[in-house]
C-alpha cells in the first residue's frame, strides 16, 4: 500500500530565506509524485509533479521539488521564501503502473513565511 | 483557465438526512475523484469513477455513499442518511488521463447537526 509521510507539522522561514517542505513515500512499485497547496478556505491546487525523466522539477510559483529514489524522497524547495507562500502543503504518491489508483496523501505542512 | 467547480461552498443538514454535492468537472477530462478532509486531518480518497463506473473506492466509501454521472458534465456524490462524523471538507476532482494531475474544486463543507 502506498503512504506519504511529512514529518513536520510546521515550517517556519524568514522572507527571503530558501524553504524546504519535506516528504518521503513508499510505494510497492515506481512512484508518480505531486505537491499541491491550500491556501485558507480553498481548494488544493497542483504546484508540481514527477512522472518520469530529471530528478529535479519545477512548478508553479517558483517551487522546485528533488525526486531521490535512493532516500524514498521528494523534497519542495524553493530558493527565496515570500509571505505569500504561507500555507498548508501536501504531498501525493499514487503507484506509477497501477491504473486508476487514487491520490494518497501526507498529514499537510504549514508553511509560515515571516517578513 | 478552466477550473473544476462545486456547490453547494457550505451545506448543513440534519443526521439522518440526504445530501447531494454537486461538482462540474473540467470539460475534457474523463476521470473523476471524490476526496474529503475532516477538519485538521489529511486528505482522503473517497472514489474513482471512469467510464460511468466507479473504478475504485474506500473503506470510507460504504453503502451510505454512492457517485453519479447523471449528464455530460455534472458528477454528484450523494450520502443517504447522514453521520456527525461525515461532517468534513469535501473535494472534487478530475484529470484528463490516469496519470495525469488531477485538479480538485473549492471544495463543500458538510455540517451535520
Known amino acids: 500500500a502506498q503512504s506519504v509521510a511529512q514529518p513536520e507539522d510546521q515550517v517556519n522561514v524568514a522572507e527571503g530565506n530558501p524553504l524546504t517542505v519535506k516528504c518521503t513515500y513508499s510505494?510497492?512499485?515506481?512512484?508518480?509524485l505531486f505537491w499541491y497547496v491550500q491556501y485558507p478556505n480553498r481548494g488544493l491546487q497542483f504546484l508540481l509533479k514527477y512522472i518520469t525523466g530529471d530528478n529535479l522539477v519545477k512548478g508553479s510559483y517558483g517551487f522546485e521539488a528533488e525526486f531521490n529514489k535512493s532516500q524514498t524522497s521528494f523534497h519542495l524547495k524553493k530558493p527565496s521564501a515570500l509571505v505569500s507562500d504561507s500555507a498548508l502543503y501536501f504531498c501525493?504518491?499514487?503507484?506509477?503502473?497501477?491504473?486508476?489508483?487514487?491520490?494518497?496523501f501526507g498529514k499537510g505542512t504549514r508553511l509560515s513565511v515571516i517578513a | 483557465e478552466p477550473e473544476v467547480t462545486q456547490t453547494p461552498s457550505h451545506q448543513v443538514t440534519q443526521m439522518g438526512q440526504e445530501v447531494i454535492l454537486r461538482c462540474v468537472p473540467i470539460?475534457?477530462?474523463?476521470?473523476f475523484y471524490w476526496y474529503r478532509q475532516i477538519l485538521g486531518q489529511k486528505v482522503e480518497f473517497l472514489v474513482s469513477?471512469?467510464?460511468?463506473?466507479?473504478?475504485?473506492k474506500s473503506e470510507i466509501f460504504d453503502d451510505q455513499f454512492s457517485v453519479e454521472r447523471p449528464d455530460g458534465s455534472n458528477f454528484t456524490l450523494k450520502i443517504r442518511s447522514t453521520k456527525l462524523e461525515d461532517s468534513a471538507m469535501y473535494f472534487c476532482a478530475s484529470s484528463g488521463d490516469w496519470d495525469n494531475e488531477q485538479f480538485f474544486g473549492p471544495g463543500t463543507r458538510l455540517t451535520v447537526l
Open positions: 470539460s475534457n477530462h474523463l476521470y
Open positions: 469513477f471512469y467510464n460511468n463506473e466507479i473504478s475504485e
Open positions: 501525493a504518491v499514487r503507484d506509477a503502473y497501477s491504473g486508476n489508483t487514487p491520490l494518497v
Open positions: 510505494v510497492s512499485g515506481n512512484p508518480y
